[in-house]
C-alpha cells in the first residue's frame, strides 16, 4: 500500500549505516514510524524529511501486513524558519512534538490532534514563545488525549480555563494579577499531569523550565496554588 498524507516530524534516530527512522504525525493516518533510506549519503535527497517539526507532505509505502513503512518521495511544505533561529522557540517546538508522541499510540489518527500540533508551531513561528504557550498546549492535548478535565479546578475562573482551551496561541498574554495566579495554578495542573502519567521523564521538560513552571507571578503564589483545593484524579478515556 502507498499513500500519501500531510506529516509532522516528532522523532528521528539513525538507522544502520544511511538510514533513519522516523516518527510521523500525518493528518490522515495517525503516528506512524518510518523508515528514510539514504539520508546521510553525501547526495541524499530525502534528508529534509527528517528534521524534527517540519510539516511535510509524505509518501509511505507499508508492505501488506507491515508495521514500519518506506518514504519513498514527497514535498516541504515548511520547516518553521523563525523557530529554528530561536532557542526557546526550537525547544517549545519540540516539547510539544514529544508530549505529543508520548500521549499517542501507533496508528489511531485524530484530526483534532494534527491541528492542535500545526496550530502551536504556526504560532510559534509568528511570535516569541508567551509564559502562557505550554499550559494552553499541553492542557488541549490533555483533552484530546482523554485526560482533560470536564470543569475548571483549583478555583480557576471559569473564562480563564475557556480562554487557555480554546483562545488562539498568539492572543494569550496575560499581565492582570489575577490571571497570572490562574496561569500558575493551570501550570500545577499540568506538572500533576506529567508527574503522574507518563511513563518516563520528558527529555524537553527540563530544557523549557518545566521542572519549575517558571511564570511572572509564581514567586508570589507558590503558597496558595497547590493548596487551595485538591485536583480530581485524572483518568483517560478508553
Not at 539514504?38 to 535527497?45: A, D, E, Q, T
Not at 530561536?86 to 484530526?111: F, G, M, N, V
Request: proline letters at 6%; glycine letters at 4%.
Amino acid at each position: 500500500m502507498i499513500f500519501s498524507d500531510s506529516a509532522i516530524v516528532l522523532f528521528r534516530q539513525d538507522f544502520r549505516e544511511n538510514d533513519r527512522i522516523v516518527s510521523f504525525y500525518t493528518k490522515e493516518h495517525g503516528r506512524i514510524n518510518a523508515r528514510v533510506p539514504g539520508v546521510s549519503r553525501p547526495l541524499g535527497k530525502m534528508k529534509a524529511f527528517t528534521e524534527l517539526f517540519s510539516s511535510t507532505e509524505v509518501r509511505i509505502y507499508v508492505k501488506r501486513g507491515g508495521v514500519m513503512g518506506t518514504v519513498t518521495g514527497g514535498k516541504i511544505k515548511t520547516i518553521y524558519p523563525a523557530v529554528r533561529r530561536d532557542l526557546k522557540r526550537i525547544q517549545h517546538a519540540l516539547y510539544c512534538c514529544e508530549l505529543l508522541r508520548c500521549l499517542t499510540p501507533l496508528h489511531q489518527p485524530s484530526t483534532e490532534k494534527f491541528e492542535l500540533l500545526s496550530s502551536a508551531l504556526d504560532a510559534l513561528e509568528k511570535a516569541p514563545v508567551s509564559s502562557a504557550f505550554v499550559p494552553a498546549f499541553t492542557l488541549r492535548l490533555m483533552m484530546l488525549a482523554g485526560f482533560g478535565l470536564d470543569r475548571p479546578v483549583l478555583k480557576i475562573s471559569p473564562q480563564f480555563w475557556q480562554q487557555i482551551h480554546e483562545a488562539p496561541f498568539e492572543e494569550l498574554n496575560f499581565s492582570a494579577p489575577e490571571d497570572l495566579l490562574f496561569l500558575s495554578k493551570c501550570n500545577s495542573v499540568c506538572r500533576r499531569f506529567l508527574d503522574r502519567y507518563l511513563t518516563r521523564p520528558l527529555n524537553t521538560v527540563k530544557d523549557i523550565g518545566l521542572t519549575e513552571w517558571e511564570t511572572d507571578f509564581v514567586h508570589a503564589t507558590q503558597e496558595t496554588v497547590y493548596m487551595e483545593e485538591t485536583t480530581p484524579v485524572l483518568q483517560p478515556v478508553h
